[in-house]
């Protein structure tokens, strides 16, 4: 609480909470009412600070108040009963980021110098009419600002406002059409936001005058149907204009680029169809940003006639084809054209294309062929993957600065270069689907920083090597669909596999350079409204596959997932207990391999475990019953192994189907169709034979016999009457037999006599 005798050092013209601000970390408490003494204060400035509570009404005696800022508080009340109603000397007013509500605009009725009104809502609660419009202003302003606020339509008091420069209306919910009035009553208007609310209908501007407009966005609306040929000459003094988000289709005007200060150009996430304009192409040389990405756009961009030097490129998603040119792009920070039909082979200038450090190059999903070239040093995001690209990794890979490497789904071959593992930077290796051999060398366990490492889908081979467990940062290490052998390794507990929180998956690219603010003059300050960000995070998308489910995963999700998938090798041995400790773990895979032994009951201390497959090997012994205590479980398979002994059917793994466990003959209980009544708790030995069989080998059943002897019969003279070469054979052969017989007994005939006179 600000006390009465601190408030009388200070001048009476100012409250100096803003020297407040800056000598102490925080101000709190409720606002202390002796200061409403002072009668002559003129400006209140609170931002940034703790105090909660009510206003107090006797604000209502600062008669000479006209500036008034109290945002980010956690000041609270309904303010269509506050005291603001009385301070009609009020100029300015901040009210954003509390926890008000209700609040009517009638509010301000009998304000007559209002000119600024900021009011960025972080309460979901509050309630703001807007419908009741019983008063006629007294004011003219300059600045309104209702961000984040439930408003459903247009305030109507702004049908009287002629005078306005900024408007920000975003994320407000607002519903109808384009306020097409608004700019016809307000020609000096500057900035104009209304993103992210669902507006409909057709966007079309005034056509009888151009207009000062510098800032125009209606992104992430419902707005449809083509755009203004003439658009580019209504708005020419333009400098950032995001259409994204909506439903606009048809060919790009070429009027576009009449705005000859255009820097920033969002249209993602429309329909846009046909070429781009060769006058965008060639002429906007003000272009900053351009992002015509997840349109239908065809043809080829890069053609001779492409001048644009441009921080950010972004073409991702459409049906752009040709080649990259010969001769070098400007861009200096993002160039991404993913998704698209681009061929032929990646230029040598991409490697240098900008002196800027933190890069990103995502050329993935395209028919690009050939080698990757060396010196990627400068990029910190590098994805090259779904392409044709062959060959080995080049040795000159350098690969110091870089974060992200992206290299699946291409034809690349041969062993890994020791010097891929020479970044201490490298936050993921994603090397997926292609066709590398040898083993994991020793030397990469100078990757210090990795988080995924996916080496699945290639034919590496030999022993896992013990140099992963020295890095304590993967989350995500899927070395499935090799051919490794040997054990699994006991170090592996070392691995954090999701302990870690920060997140290397965002990087801001652009915004780390340019603010998303607008400056206005105001009496004999600068005000900085805050605009809606027309840069979006770069974030790196990464395939994972877990509960028999393939999905993309990006962005700060990343660092919620932690996978390890060791399936469709050649490993063998017992599952290592240690692995039990893996305690953040979502997914282990460990199917389709020799492992044997008992499943650890060490595992039931996965806590976060969510799948579980472990089927396809040799394992033996019972599942353990500590493993009901696995409460996320979801997937939970074991099929194909010799487990023996109840199935748990407690808790969750009553929700496990057979399929989960066939292929183990000496399982029982539900689900398995066999009952564990007089079963004993380890697989039984070999039965002795019931009296039923104990009959002798040689005794034969007569009827059988009998029908087996003339199918035999038929079946042989079948085929001696059809084939008369058989048949031939078969009766030269039965003569040779007769003949042989009657010589073997003539002359045992001949012998006989004098064998028995001897």
């Known amino acids: ?93 901040d009210l954003s980021y509390n926890l008000f509500e209700g609040f009517s605009f009638s509010l301000f009725a009998n304000h007559s110098k209002l000119k600024v009104i900021q009011f960025l809502s972080g309460n979901s609660k509050l309630d703001i009419e807007t419908e009741n419009h019983s008063w006629d202003p007294l004011f003219q302003l300059k600045v309104l600002v209702l961000s984040n606020c439930n408003l459903n339509n247009f305030p109507k008091f702004l049908l009287d406002q002629h005078e306005l420069e900024a408007v920000d209306i975003s994320h407000s919910k607002l519903n109808g059409s384009f ?75 070429s009027s576009i680029c009449d705005m000859s200060n255009l820097v920033i150009l969002d249209l993602s996430f429309n329909s846009f169809y046909g070429e781009a304009p060769l006058e965008l192409v060639a002429n906007c040389t003000s272009l900053d940003i351009l992002r015509l990405s997840n349109n239908k756009f065809h043809g080829e961009i890069f053609s001779k006639h492409f001048n644009l030097p441009l921080a950010s490129l972004e073409l991702q998603n459409n049906n752009f084809t040709g080649t990259l040119p010969v001769v070098p792009l400007k861009i200096q920070v993002v160039l991404n054209i993913s998704n698209n039909h681009m061929t032929g082979t990646i230029p040598l200038w991409i490697v240098n294309f900008s002196t800027f450090p933190k890069k990103v190059v995502d050329l993935s999903s395209n028919s690009f062929e050939g080698q990757i070239p060396c010196g990627l040093a400068s990029f910190r995001i590098i994805n090259l993957s779904h392409n044709l690209l062959s060959g080995l990794l080049p040795s000159c890979l350098n690969l110091q600065n870089v974060e992200h490497l992206l290299l699946e789904g291409n034809k690349l071959t ?45 034919h590496f081979s030999g022993v896992i090597s013990k140099q992963l467990c020295r890095l304590k940062r993967i989350g995500i290490m899927d070395l499935s669909n090799n051919s490794f052998s040997g054990t699994i390794p006991y170090c592996f507990h070392n691995i954090t596999f999701g302990k870690l929180a920060r997140s290397d998956f965002v990087y801001t690219g652009a915004n780390a350079f340019r603010t998303s603010t607008f400056l206005l003059p105001y009496k004999s300050t600068t005000l900085v409204i805050q605009g809606s960000g027309f ?73 976060q475990l969510e799948s579980l497959d472990l089927s396809h090997n040799n394992l033996s012994g019972e599942i353990p019953s500590v493993l009901t205590d696995l409460t ?19 808790k969750q793994f009553s929700t496990f189907g057979k399929s989960s466990y066939e292929g183990n003959p000496f399982l029982c209980g539900p689900p398995v169709e066999k009952s564990c009544t007089n079963m004993d708790e380890s697989p039984p030995s070999p039965q002795i034979p019931s009296k039923a069989n104990d009959g002798k080998w040689y005794e034969v059943n007569l009827p059988v016999f009998s029908v087996s002897y003339v199918i035999f019969f038929l079946g042989v003279a079948s085929i001696l009457y059809i084939n008369p070469h058989w048949r031939q054979r078969c ?28």
């Not at 500057?190 to 057709?202: I, P």
């Not at 939970?636 to 059917?649: C, E, R, W, Y």
């Open 731 to 758: 009766f030269n052969l039965v003569e040779d037999r007769m003949y042989w017989c009657y010589f073997f007994a003539l002359n045992t005939l001949k012998g006989l006599p004098g064998r028995m006179c001897h």
């Open 632 to 650: 996320f479980l979801a997937v939970f398979n074991v099929n194909h192994n010799n487990l023996s002994g109840k199935v748990p059917d407690i």
């Open 535 to 607: 840069l979006l995070p770069e974030q790196v998308e990464i395939e994972i596959v877990m509960k028999y489910r393939s999905d993309l995963y990006k962005g700060l999700i990343l660092d919620m997932v932690s996978v390890l998938d060791l399936s469709f090798n050649k490993l063998t041995g017992e599952i290592p207990p240690t692995l039990g400790q893996l305690s953040s773990i979502y997914a282990m895979n460990l199917s389709y391999n020799q492992l044997t032994g008992p499943i650890p009951k060490s595992f039931s201390n996965l806590t």
């Open 414 to 458: 041969g062993s890994l270069p020791k010097a891929i593992f020479n970044s201490s930077s490298l936050v993921t290796l994603d090397i997926r689907d292609n066709r590398f051999i040898g083993s994991i060398p020793d030397e990469i366990d100078g990757l210090s920083n990795l988080k995924v490492l996916s080496l699945s889908g290639n």
């Open 1 to 93: 609480m600000i006390s009465l005798e601190a408030l009388f050092h200070i001048s009476e013209r100012y409250l100096l909470s803003r020297l407040y601000h800056y000598l102490v970390p925080e101000l709190n408490g409720t606002l202390n009412p002796e200061f409403c003494a002072l009668n002559k204060l003129e400006e209140i400035y609170l931002v940034g600070n703790d105090f909660e509570g009510m206003l107090p009404p006797c604000l209502n005696n600062l008669t000479s108040l006209s500036y008034l800022d109290i945002s980010e508080n956690r000041f609270n009340g309904n303010l269509s009963s506050s005291p603001i109603a009385s301070l009609t000397s009020l100029e300015y007013i």
């Open 179 to 253: 306020p097409i009035w608004l700019l016809e009553n307000n020609t000096g208007l500057q900035l104009l936001n209304l993103c992210s609310n669902f507006l409909t209908g057709h966007f079309h501007l005034p056509s009888n005058h151009s207009m000062n407009l510098r800032r125009l966005d209606v992104s992430d609306n419902h707005f449809a149907g083509k755009l203004q040929e003439n658009i580019g000459k209504r708005i020419p003094k333009l400098e950032t204009l995001n259409l994204s988000r909506n439903y606009f289709e048809g060919n790009l005007p």
